[in-house]
């Protein structure tokens, strides 16, 4: 499998740096994409509604939300600085053909709904600044395609600058507004106490909550940490997770600040004068100049959600290109997959302003938030597995307290979203002139989501790594040994490959050797992935292939034999003779694996190529 966003990866090194500032802030910048996910146009309706209808009571929810994207979005980065491989990769390398499809198609309807409510708000903005038609705004969203073809191009470092300067203008508009506002310092901080003043309340709080974690951002996160080129040592991933770690914390608690801002906004200005229906960006646009008293505060207004939609836009758009490829393996032009992921979401916008008007925008942000609640528990779930497991984290996997913290907060998001969608549904059914539609399409839909959703949880605790052991193994480790006998050959190899030939090539080695022998198993890796990366290669293929040699090694031990272990990478008729020659070995066994016809011809050809390359006896069992 090829590397995540491979056109930029590893392309920034943090190695060289002298100072520790200058190595801190060689990681910093992935982070920054992801923020903009959490301060997007889906965020600034369920910010505007809380504030306005409740005031300051529910700033508590945002920074609990904030505190859970903190967590998910370090175990998103964690799976991609260990493992060198993206969410959707991983998500590959585990589960069925079947299933992935699924996911896959789950992961692109987020993306795409995503990218609605972004180009959305960008085109709201462009409207209320320029007094452009929301149709004409929508159309111009399809340039920032381009835009971001441009900065890809130019390298990451110069992608993240005008990422990170979207929020600096985001920021200061907010900082601004805050001035203009004037909001009540000691209500600001009582706010921060959990409280849930109605049953409305709880519903907007589901909503912040459902508007702030994006499975697009668990994505992103894991192959954006790639981009950094360092040590691999233990020593280097501890500082790599680390300072990912500061970069994450600082960029989500700026998100937070926005976020918070919108709904402080919102509540010394609307609430506190008597509006408290206002969720509708454009009504908060009209009402910021003459409540606050300034034509500045509107303006401002505008350009920070011009600029949340641009850069919201852009990381979504990677997105989409980072799941294609993690899930499908397939890989395109990047100015095609781009195209394609933002005419997903235009096209669909594009048809509803033209049929229902431009009142509708509300409307389908909501419904814009409800598909990404569907799909997030896809996301959350198979992470908090992934870096769960010992044999993928390679001694990196999170702790007990962690986990059970990443579940917790799995089950409140994923209870509060399956609310939220439950919620839609009913009013759905309880709205619509034709229920009869719903019950035969949506109702199951759910049903079959839920179902999955279960499977994804479940699976892994059921069955524990045995679908890896089984796909490797056609025997169950329960080797039959042969009465040893004593023998001359004092250092023998013996070539396995999990097939049943090991069985007799292993009792074979015995009894030349006995007991008194030491025993060196050799198994190569012959991944595509292996010939072209050797020793390099770090794939889901090559740690199930260490795990299963160890676990030879532990066996045999166990039955008094004394075994090492030697891993080689490459093609066997080049890689066995390396390992045998480099070593101090008597006599090499192989297995002929019963082979016959073309592919004993092609066996054969192999140890007639490998048996004139070594400089020591060769014994080939036949099985």
């Known amino acids: 499998m090829g590397k995540s966003l491979e056109e930029v990866n590893q392309s920034i090194t943090t190695e060289g740096k002298k100072t520790g500032f200058r190595k801190i802030l060689a990681f910093f910048g992935p982070a920054y994409l992801i923020s903009v996910g959490y301060m ?26 904030n505190l859970m994207a903190l967590l998910l979005q370090s175990l998103s980065a ?55 038609s929301l149709i004409q705004g929508v159309m111009i969203t399809v340039l920032d395609t381009f835009l971001l073809l441009f900065l890809i191009n130019k390298g990451m470092r110069k992608m993240e600058a005008f990422i990170i300067a ?58 954006l940490v790639q981009t950094r080129k360092f040590d691999r040592s233990k020593a280097g991933i501890k500082q790599a997770l680390k300072y990912n770690f500061i970069d994450s914390t600082i960029a989500l608690n700026l998100a937070f600040f926005v976020n918070a801002a919108i709904l402080i906004l919102s509540a010394a200005t609307f609430y506190k004068n008597g509006y ?112 769960s497991d010992k044999s993928k984290m390679k001694g990196f996997e999170i702790s007990k307290i962690t986990q059970i913290a990443s ?35 949506v109702v199951p839909l759910a049903f079959g989501f839920l179902i999955l959703l279960l499977y994804i949880v479940l699976k892994p605790f059921v069955t524990k790594a045995k679908h890896e052991v089984a796909s490797h193994l056609p025997h169950n480790f329960e080797l039959n040994f042969n009465k040893v006998a004593t023998y001359n050959k004092k250092n023998i190899a013996i070539s ?40 390099n290669i770090e794939d ?36 066995i003779p390396k390992i045998v020659n480099e070593g101090n070995f008597d006599i090499l066994v192989m297995g002929t694996h019963g082979h016959t016809g073309f592919k004993d011809l092609i066996f054969g050809t192999t140890v007639d190529k490998l048996r004139h390359k070594i400089s020591i006896p060769l014994f080939i069992v036949k099985n």
């Open 40 to 65: 997007d146009p889906g965020n600034w309706a369920t910010d505007l509604a809380g504030g306005s209808q409740f005031g300051y009571s529910l700033l508590w929810v945002l920074l609990m939300s």
């Open 78 to 132: 964690r799976l991609g600085i260990v493992t060198q491989r993206d969410l959707a990769q991983a998500s590959r390398e585990t589960y069925s053909p079947f299933i992935n499809y699924i996911l896959y198609f789950l992961a692109e309807i987020a993306i795409a709904a995503c990218d609605l409510a972004e180009v959305l708000g960008m085109a709201i903005g462009l409207n209320l600044l320029f007094d452009i």
């Open 166 to 223: 979207l929020v600096a203008i985001i920021g200061f508009s907010f900082v601004f507004e805050m001035i203009f506002a004037e909001p009540e310092v000691g209500k600001v901080l009582t706010g921060l106490i959990p409280s849930i003043p109605s049953e409305a309340a709880l519903y907007i709080a589901i909503g912040i909550i459902g508007a702030t974690v994006m499975p697009h951002n668990l994505y992103l996160h894991s192959s």
């Open 276 to 387: 408290f229906e206002v969720a509708e960006i454009q009504d908060a646009h009209q009402l910021l100049a003459p409540m606050l008293g300034t034509k500045w505060a509107p303006i401002l207004f505008a350009v920070a959600l011009i600029a949340a939609g641009q850069s919201s836009t852009i990381t979504g758009t990677l997105a989409g290109q980072i799941i294609m490829e993690g899930y499908l393996n397939l890989r395109i032009q990047p100015w095609v997959r781009r195209i394609i992921t933002r005419l997903i979401a235009i096209v669909p916008a594009v048809i509803v302003i033209m049929v229902y008007g431009e009142s509708v925008t509300g409307k389908m942000l909501i419904f814009s938030q409800v598909i990404l609640s569907l799909q997030l528990g896809f996301a959350i779930i198979p992470l908090i597995h992934f870096v």
């Open 407 to 441: 579940w917790v907060v799995a089950l409140i998001i994923v209870s509060l979203n399956a609310k939220l969608v439950f919620d839609e549904i009913s009013g759905w059914l309880e709205t619509s002139d034709n229920p009869i539609v719903l019950w035969l399409t």
């Open 496 to 535: 396995v490959d999990f097939s049943d030939a090991d069985q007799i090539a292993i009792n074979s080695a015995f009894e030349l050797g006995g007991k008194e022998a030491n025993y060196t198993l050799i198994h190569i890796v012959e991944t595509i992935g292996a010939i072209f990366y050797g020793e």
């Open 540 to 575: 889901h293929e090559t740690t199930i292939d260490e795990k299963l040699l160890l676990e030879y090694k532990e066996i045999l031990s166990k039955k008094g034999f004394t075994i090492a272990t030697q891993l080689g990478f490459g093609k066997p008729n080049k890689a």
